[in-house]
Each structure stands twice: as C-alpha cells, then as structure tokens.
C-alpha cells in the first residue's frame, strides 16, 4: 500500500532542499552543545516530511534507510499472488510507482482509490479490508 521502493529521481528543488538541510545540519558544531538538539528538531520541522517526523528517533534511521532502498531491479522476481493499493493522490510515492510494480509482478492486481493520498487505507479502512479479505479468499 503506497509502499516504497522505487527510488525517486530528484528534481532541481528537491536536490536544492536536500543540499540545504545537509548544509545547515553540518552548522550544528557552531551552535551551542545545550542548543544543538532543539536546532535539529527543528531543521526536521522546516525539512522533514510528515512520515519521518512522526517517528521515534530510533526508527528515524531505519525510515531513511527503507525509502533510500531502490528495490526497482528486483521486483520483476516476485512471483506471489500481490496486491498492490495506491493512493492517485499520493505526492510521498507516485501511482506510476505503482503502475510500473503492477507491470513488473506477473502475477499482480492493482486498486488505485482516486481521492486518497499516501494513506489511502486510512481514508477507506473497510473499504481496503474488504479488498484484501477478497483476494485472500480468490488467492490460489
């Protein structure tokens, strides 16, 4: 659902973002050691995206790592019944993502909900139970 996987290719403003926040973490040492977290907290408010704020910092690494992974090459061996639930309106991770997995696993469904974003089994949550239980159930 919405998954990761599929490493973006970063335009000019992303690149621009992403040079910024590097720039100015690495200021940090001239900061103050008793002000140095709260000028990170907030580095993350202004350059974070909502996923990775709302986690642990423990799992924060592990959320960098997960959406830094390019797993592109190697969905075309997946050979497990997959269904596969987008969001048109996903901005985190784009339904063309989604399309391409589609393309990719032989032996895969897709259901794209039109008006939901990067949760969209939070917008339908019976909706997308009813689904799933359905393709339990039709899995061979």
Same mark, same amino acid.
Request: hydrophobic share 35%; charged share 30%.
């Given at each position: 659902? &919405?998954?990761?996987? $599929?490493?973006?290719?970063?335009?000019?403003?992303?690149? $621009?973002? *992403? +040079?910024?926040?590097?720039? @100015?973490?690495?200021?940090?040492? *001239?900061?103050?050691?008793?002000?140095?977290?709260?000028? @990170?907290?907030?580095?993350?408010?202004?350059?974070?995206?909502?996923?990775?704020?709302?986690?642990?910092? &423990?799992?924060?690494? %592990?959320?960098?790592? $997960?959406?830094?992974? &390019?797993?592109?090459? +190697?969905?075309?061996?997946?050979?497990?019944?997959? *269904?596969?639930?987008?969001?048109? #309106?996903? #901005?985190? !991770?784009?339904?063309?993502?989604?399309?391409?997995?589609?393309?990719?696993?032989?032996?895969? %469904?897709?259901?794209?909900?039109?008006?939901?974003?990067?949760?969209? +089994?939070?917008? +339908?949550? #019976? *909706? !997308?139970?009813?689904? $799933?239980?359905?393709?339990?159930?039709? !899995?061979?």
């Amino acid at each position: 659902m &919405d998954t990761a996987g $599929i490493k973006p290719k970063k335009n000019i403003f992303k690149q $621009i973002k *992403l +040079y910024t926040y590097k720039f @100015l973490k690495k200021l940090k040492s *001239l900061i103050p050691k008793r002000k140095q977290s709260l000028y @990170l907290k907030r580095l993350i408010n202004l350059f974070g995206s909502n996923d990775y704020k709302a986690l642990s910092k &423990d799992m924060q690494q %592990s959320f960098k790592n $997960i959406v830094n992974e &390019d797993l592109k090459p +190697y969905i075309k061996y997946i050979e497990q019944q997959t *269904l596969i639930i987008w969001g048109k #309106k996903d #901005k985190d !991770t784009p339904v063309k993502d989604a399309k391409f997995m589609r393309k990719q696993i032989k032996n895969s %469904s897709l259901v794209i909900y039109p008006d939901a974003s990067h949760f969209s +089994y939070l917008k +339908y949550p #019976k *909706l !997308t139970n009813q689904i $799933i239980e359905n393709f339990i159930k039709n !899995t061979d």
